[in-house]
């Protein structure tokens, strides 16, 4: 969708309303541990968690934008890329030494002024790359920051300027292959005039008309240069499609999730209603397979969504996970719904959908997933379902217990505050796992007490098992 940071309008103030977390459902706190709750239908729980400390990692750079984290398991090093420095219009960055106990303070990224859609990867011999959305003339391509160092010094590279000016782009996806390549998805128009879009009061912007595509580009030679940019979708170049999450699978089969919208009509390029595709390469990105529709009996998603869609993973056995949520309707009511699906042959055919949320408010659930030991993912969402405002919530999947799969936990919450809902508190959030049984939370809310009450908030999550 299209991401006009500028045109964002920010209401702070905070809602106070008392929310029933448990009686919906969600775990609450439990004297350190975080104890899951219990959904009607559902086995006892296995699983609990511990999190914390919980780290404002935007301290002296806030801002409460998009977020991304990576971790390097081989180097015990965690990275936290944000929206909000260099004033609150560039892209923040810190790191841990010591598994999210602390932080260094955050620092803007070279390049990043202006910049927006954070992201970042880890290479096996520990090269950092932090990505992010930025134009420079009349040119909008993803600048890669690369880092020798564990995060300590950083050089800017912008060999992914396309060959012509006046392009449309945004929402940037970053992988590396087990050698080492570097892969880049990333949305791409050829006219940036024929992209129309309309803004959220309370969120981000999404097209409601243009030339839309999701491209893949890979480096060899740590992103000094690109190899020329490969269509994801049918259609180019009008294809409707964006946000392509991107993952590279032990053999080298590089897979995409995207989300694609139907263009009903071609002269206007106006947009409707979207689902979910996937697509896989295993020439590197050169060729890709028939688009498959991922979850269609969950519904579809809206127009008018805000925040960045779909999420794609791989469990350590390689089984993959896909997340995003839907927007329908429940009797009179409106809904919107977080969902996660997977694939046990490589992307060929996806489970039914399964239910990831308590809840189907209409409000945002911003979904997404990351693998973990063998037929094991954690799913997490942010959301302002609850009155109170904006949190972040958890819970572990299982896929050797039945056909569809099955929740080891319901939903824990992992932030202790909430963010005010009537603001932005993100297109993404940052979720990796350290080992099969922990993983790293990272956050962006408007909370109380943090300066003009915006921050970026991380977590470590030990999972423990019954």
């Not at 935007?58 to 977020?67: Q, R």
């Not at 945002?364 to 954690?378: L, S």
């Given at each position: 969708?299209?991401?006009?940071r500028?045109?964002?309008?920010r209401?702070f103030?905070l809602?106070?309303a008392?929310?029933?977390a448990l009686a ?5 706190w439990g004297?350190g541990?975080?104890?899951?709750g219990h959904?009607?239908?559902q ?5 609990n968690?511990s999190?914390?400390p919980?780290?404002d ?7 409460t934008g998009d977020?991304s ?7 015990h090093y965690?990275y ?5 420095c260099?004033?609150?219009n560039?892209i923040?960055f ?30 096996p011999?520990?090269i950092?790359y932090?990505?992010?959305m930025n ?10 920051d ?6 300590r010094t ?5 060999s992914l ?5 006046n ?8 992988a590396?292959g087990?050698?080492g390549?570097?892969?880049v998805?990333w ?5 940036n005039?024929?992209v129309n ?5 309370t969120?981000?912007c999404?097209a409601t008309?243009?030339d839309l595509?999701?491209?893949v ?5 740590e992103?000094r ?5 490969s269509?994801v979708?049918p259609?180019?170049p009008?294809?409707?499609?964006d ?5 590279v ?6 897979d995409v999730?995207y ?21 896989t390469?295993?020439?590197g990105?050169?060729k890709?397979s028939?688009p498959t529709?991922?979850g ?7 127009i ?17 996970y896909?997340?995003?949520d839907t927007q329908g309707t429940?009797g009179k ?6 969902w ?22 209409n409000v945002p659930?911003?979904?997404?997933v ?6 094991k993912a954690?799913?997490?969402w942010?959301?302002?379902?609850d ?6 919530y958890?819970?572990a999947f299982?896929?050797?217990a039945s ?11 992992i932030?202790?505050?909430f963010?005010?809902?009537d603001?932005?508190p993100?297109?993404t959030?940052g979720?990796?796992?350290s080992?099969p049984?922990?993983?790293a ?8 007490g ?6 970026v908030?991380a977590a470590?999550?030990t999972v423990?098992t019954?």
């Amino acid at each position: 969708m299209q991401r006009n940071r500028l045109a964002r309008r920010r209401a702070f103030g905070l809602m106070a309303a008392a929310g029933a977390a448990l009686a919906a459902g969600w775990a609450v706190w439990g004297g350190g541990v975080l104890t899951s709750g219990h959904l009607a239908g559902q086995s006892a729980p296995s699983v609990n968690y511990s999190a914390g400390p919980i780290r404002d990692v935007s301290v002296g750079c806030p801002g409460t934008g998009d977020t991304s984290q990576a971790v390097d398991q081989a180097r015990h090093y965690l990275y936290q890329e944000f929206e909000g420095c260099d004033d609150g219009n560039g892209i923040g960055f810190a790191r841990s030494a010591d598994g999210g106990k602390s932080y260094t303070r955050p620092v803007a990224l070279p390049g990043s002024h202006d910049g927006w859609d954070p992201w970042l990867a880890v290479a096996p011999d520990g090269i950092l790359y932090a990505a992010f959305m930025n134009t420079f003339g009349n040119q909008t391509y993803p600048v890669i920051d690369v880092s020798h160092d564990h995060g300590r010094t950083f050089r800017a590279e912008y060999s992914l300027r396309p060959t012509r000016g006046n392009n449309w782009g945004d929402a940037d996806y970053l992988a590396v292959g087990p050698n080492g390549t570097l892969y880049v998805a990333w949305d791409y128009g050829p006219s940036n005039s024929e992209v129309n879009s309309t803004c959220s009061p309370t969120g981000s912007c999404w097209a409601t008309s243009g030339d839309l595509n999701v491209v893949v580009q890979s480096s060899a030679n740590e992103a000094r240069t690109f190899t020329p940019a490969s269509v994801v979708n049918p259609g180019y170049p009008n294809g409707g499609a964006d946000e392509g999450g991107i993952t590279v699978a032990p053999n080298g089969a590089v897979d995409v999730l995207y989300q694609r919208y139907e263009v009903t009509n071609r002269k206007t390029l106006t947009l409707a209603h979207g689902q979910e595709y996937f697509t896989t390469s295993a020439d590197g990105g050169k060729k890709w397979s028939a688009p498959t529709e991922v979850g269609a009996t969950a519904g579809q998603t809206t127009i008018s969504q805000w925040w960045n869609d779909g999420s794609i993973a791989a469990d350590s056995a390689g089984n993959l996970y896909a997340t995003w949520d839907t927007q329908g309707t429940a009797g009179k009511h409106r809904t919107d719904t977080g969902w996660v699906s997977f694939s046990t042959d490589g992307g060929r055919e996806w489970s039914a959908p399964t239910r990831a949320t308590p809840d189907q408010k209409n409000v945002p659930h911003i979904t997404e997933v990351a693998g973990a030991g063998p037929g094991k993912a954690y799913v997490a969402w942010l959301s302002s379902s609850d009155p109170r405002g904006y949190a972040l919530y958890l819970r572990a999947f299982s896929i050797s217990a039945s056909r569809d799969g099955r929740w080891l936990s319901a939903a824990v919450r992992i932030s202790r505050k909430f963010g005010n809902p009537d603001d932005f508190p993100g297109d993404t959030f940052g979720i990796a796992t350290s080992s099969p049984a922990a993983l790293a939370l990272s956050w962006g809310s408007a909370v109380p007490g943090s300066p003009g009450n915006a921050s970026v908030s991380a977590a470590p999550v030990t999972v423990l098992t019954r």
